[in-house]
């Protein structure tokens, strides 16, 4: 499988993202999912819930934004089509036509996706990796898996979806480093303003000193 453009695979899978310099946050004794934004009433999946819905394996790489691959991962969980179709869809306000969904971890991180990317077949609510339950540096319990998109909309630790009608309040606006709405990794869709071969050098510069900080807050948990 060819790497998309501007990618460079790594050996193995590196903790990475923008919460670095912190521990991966515990894992709650009984973790749940809210599902709240354009529904009638929240409701709250837990565990047992998300068990009982249908399961999917899916080998796919994983391509962050920064520029590194890592390749040939096996995920397994339940499609999001499948949760939405089974469990959001229900649960909306009548007439309701969902646009953007936010999706956020127990860290406080948020990614905004195009319900349409969300929806697409290879999106999963992943909680195992190469066979394995999640570990806490890959997001314990379940994390968004969506290998067609960059690293950042594949949110750990995942605790809450959000369903919209309308583009969501955007805090990343006015960030040099605004990310792209929708990040697609084949058409390279890195910088939400400035073209992918514009930022791929500067992204590049920046994955060692974020791998550091990632190198320091696992140690903090291991301690
Ligand atoms: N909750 C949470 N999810 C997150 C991040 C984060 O800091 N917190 N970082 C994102 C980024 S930028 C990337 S590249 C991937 C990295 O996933 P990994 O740590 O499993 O390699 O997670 C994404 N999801
Ligand atoms: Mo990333």
Redesign the pocket.
């Known amino acids: 499988m060819p790497l998309p453009p501007g990618q460079r695979a790594v050996e193995g899978?590196?903790?990475?993202?923008?919460?670095?310099h912190h521990p991966p946050p515990p894992v709650p004794e009984h973790p749940v999912i809210e599902i709240d934004g354009a529904v009638t009433a929240p409701v709250t999946l837990s565990e047992t819930d998300l068990a009982q819905l249908p399961r999917q394996r899916m080998e796919a790489d994983?391509h962050?934004?920064?520029g590194w691959s890592?390749t040939g991962l096996v995920w397994e969980g339940t499609p999001f089509t499948t949760f939405y179709r089974l469990r959001v869809e229900p649960a909306l306000r009548p007439g309701a036509t969902i646009s953007h969904v936010v999706f956020e971890?127990?860290?406080g991180?948020q990614?905004v996706v195009l319900l349409e990317d969300a929806l697409a077949d290879d999106v999963l609510i992943a909680d195992r990796l190469d066979g394995q339950p999640l570990n806490s540096?890959?997001?314990a319990p379940v994390?968004l898996v969506s290998p067609r998109q960059?690293?950042?909309v594949?949110?750990?630790?995942l605790c809450r979806i959000e369903f919209h009608t309308s583009p969501p309040a955007d805090p990343d606006k006015w960030s040099p480093l605004a990310a792209h709405r929708r990040a697609r990794v084949w058409e390279e869709e890195r910088h939400r303003y400035l073209p992918a071969r514009v930022v791929r050098p500067i992204y590049h510069r920046l994955i060692g000193p974020i791998r550091a900080l990632?190198a320091r807050g696992s140690e903090k948990r291991a301690r």
């Open positions: 899978f590196p903790r990475f993202g923008t919460h670095l994983f962050c934004v920064a890592a971890g127990l860290d991180y990614s540096d890959h997001g994390r960059y690293g950042f594949n949110t750990k630790h990632s």
